[in-house]
């Protein structure tokens, strides 16, 4: 699993990839792009540029070469991993050797001129909620005395999200209109949300296809695993609290799902793969559909994560923006990702290559680790005061969010998962 490719030794003669905090040559993330002409394309994203894969034409397998000529990564995820894993070698090679240099420049465009776009044709979107802190912090909220249901510890808890909102980051945050009722209205009322929140989660691409019916065995789920990105599901909490019951999230969620635009692939995160924390004593142990020693002993996986926020007020002051919680993936994570997909298809759910699986909401176990502002101002009851005085319980019109993700490791070179990024509009 872990290769030259890992080295944190290898240097790419691509100006600024070696240093760069997200994408240095050990990182290679697969992505979207378009620069003036032509149309969108495949591309790897390496220190400031992005390298159009059509360099790759007479040096891969024709099956490659086929799916490298998609304006969207479905047909090269689902190709074998193998196939993905040649891909990575090959462009590892052009971008560490300095006599492929003059052939490879051409195909290197500077990432600002570069419009990078949603890099799959998303079949479905599920949104799952393996968080346990987050859950119990929400519950808590809702059922004081019993915030955590009695499923959570043995089912990983997901629901159908939608997948025709789902965007690439940068794209507005148009606050939603919703029906709301707050605890001592008499009636219901529609208008724009007042209560807009954020959901700091990963997402993860699938690779591959199952036939209905067929299931993903747990120790074959991540042959499944494409690859992930950060996602932000947006949540209007009060049009939440309203609808949820008894079927779940439904507009409040559905306005807009936020992805960043790099897959970061497995390949690229076998070094951050690690033994899942062994549950507390008193968990029940996973049904056996569940349970593998393999999966438990390198299927988590360790990302710092971090939600940042800028003012319109910061941004005219010259702020920077604020860091409002970090946090690591594997503090939060009751379930795995391979668990998570195991359970999708467990049913004879069929997954297809490009599906999109929200985690839910990745918060720690401590103060300031939330990965929601619900859980920072304990449902708007204290709110956060920034640096410049201001104070937000939700996000106000103007307000851009973002998320952040890197993995870092001993003796590895840190790669990141670049932007996350939404600002909020008023409601038409
Ligand atoms: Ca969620």
């Not at 479905?124 to 915030?147: E, K, M, N, S």
């Not at 502002?373 to 307000?399: H, Y």
């Amino acid at each position: 699993m872990i290769d030259h490719s890992h080295d944190a030794a290898a240097s790419s003669w691509v100006p600024g990839a070696d240093a760069h905090p997200d994408f240095p040559v050990q990182n290679l993330p697969l992505g979207v792009f378009s620069t003036s002409d032509p149309g969108p394309r495949i591309g790897t994203a390496i220190g400031d540029h992005v390298l159009d894969l059509a360099v790759l034409a007479s040096d891969v397998s024709p099956l490659l070469r086929a799916a490298l000529t998609e304006p969207l990564l479905n047909a090269l995820f689902a190709l074998p991993a193998g196939e993905r894993l040649a891909l990575r070698h090959a462009v590892f090679a052009l971008l560490t050797s300095d006599t492929a240099r003059p052939r490879v420049l051409p195909f290197l465009h500077r990432m600002a001129d570069c419009t990078l776009h949603l890099p799959f044709r998303i079949g479905d979107y599920t949104d799952f909620y393996v968080g346990i802190h987050h859950a119990t912090a929400i519950g808590r909220l809702f059922r004081p005395d019993a915030p955590l249901l009695p499923n959570y510890k043995h089912v990983p808890i997901g629901y159908h999200g939608r997948a025709s909102s789902v965007r690439v980051s940068g794209t507005p945050v148009i606050r939603p209109r919703g029906q709301t009722k707050a605890p001592d209205a008499g009636a219901p009322a529609h208008g724009p949300s007042q209560r807009l929140d954020c959901e700091l989660e990963l997402g993860v691409w699938i690779a591959g296809d199952n036939a209905l019916g067929e299931t993903v065995p747990i120790d074959r789920a991540w042959d499944r695993i494409g690859g992930f990105c950060l996602l932000n599901d947006w949540s209007a909490r009060d049009i939440q609290a309203w609808e949820y019951q008894p079927l779940g999230p439904f507009l409040a969620k559905n306005f807009l799902t936020t992805v960043s635009p790099w897959v970061v692939t497995a390949e690229a995160l076998a070094p951050f793969r690690l033994a899942q924390p062994p549950r507390p004593a008193g968990d029940p142990a996973p049904l056996p559909y569940l349970a593998d020693a393999g999966e438990q002993a390198h299927g988590a996986l360790s990302i710092d994560l971090a939600i940042t926020l800028s003012t319109p007020a910061m941004r005219e002051g010259g702020l920077a923006p604020q860091r409002l919680a970090s946090g690591n993936s594997m503090d939060a994570m009751y379930w795995t990702p391979g668990q998570i997909v195991c359970h999708h298809a467990s049913g004879g759910c069929d997954l297809h290559a490009g599906d999109l699986l929200g985690t839910g909401t990745l918060s720690g176990p401590q103060a300031g680790s939330e990965g929601s502002l619900i859980e920072m101002t304990k449902g708007g009851a204290q709110p956060i005061v920034l640096p410049n005085g201001e104070v937000r319980r939700f996000l106000d019109d103007g307000d851009e969010l973002a998320l952040v993700a890197h993995a870092r490791r001993d003796g590895y070179r840190a790669i990141g998962f670049g932007p996350c990024v939404g600002r909020v509009v008023a409601a038409p």
